[in-house]
């Protein structure tokens, strides 16, 4: 099986910055397109950033320009970092990896548990 955490969530002031990791662990074969997400409480999830295995990005117009996804396949690892965070930015971020098991397996995806960022005034 695969096994996504996340780490780095807390308690951030308004107007600082977030930065968040993602690991992947367990059998995986190759990784393709990651994402981060996020859900603010009595909201539905909502995409934030993508990032496909040759590195193409895209961003949610909500957090464009002060949003960066990264990711290292060596490690299994991905990055969010966020700029200028606001209390509409309080929520719990996910990611997800998108990944093939085996060679010759179908693709799937897999969440971590999330972590919760607090953003305080």
């Known amino acids: 099986q695969v096994q996504v955490v996340e780490y780095g969530g807390g308690s951030v002031p308004a107007g600082g910055s977030l930065s968040l990791s993602c690991a992947a662990s367990?059998?995986?074969?190759?990784?393709?397109?990651i994402g981060w997400y996020r859900q603010a409480p009595g909201k539905s999830r909502e995409v934030l950033a993508t990032?496909?295995?040759?590195?193409?990005?895209l961003y949610a117009d909500y957090v464009r320009g002060r949003t960066t996804i990264s990711r290292n396949d060596g490690l299994k690892i991905a990055y969010l970092q966020m700029d200028n965070l606001q209390p509409d930015d309080t929520a719990v971020y996910y990611c997800?990896?998108?990944?093939?098991?085996?060679?010759?397996?179908?693709?799937?995806?897999?969440w971590g548990q999330g972590t919760r960022v607090t953003v305080t005034v």
């Open positions: 997800n990896f998108q990944v093939r098991m085996t060679s010759l397996s179908t693709w799937r995806e897999f």
């Open positions: 367990g059998i995986i074969s190759t990784i393709n397109d």
């Open positions: 990032i496909t295995a040759s590195g193409t990005t």
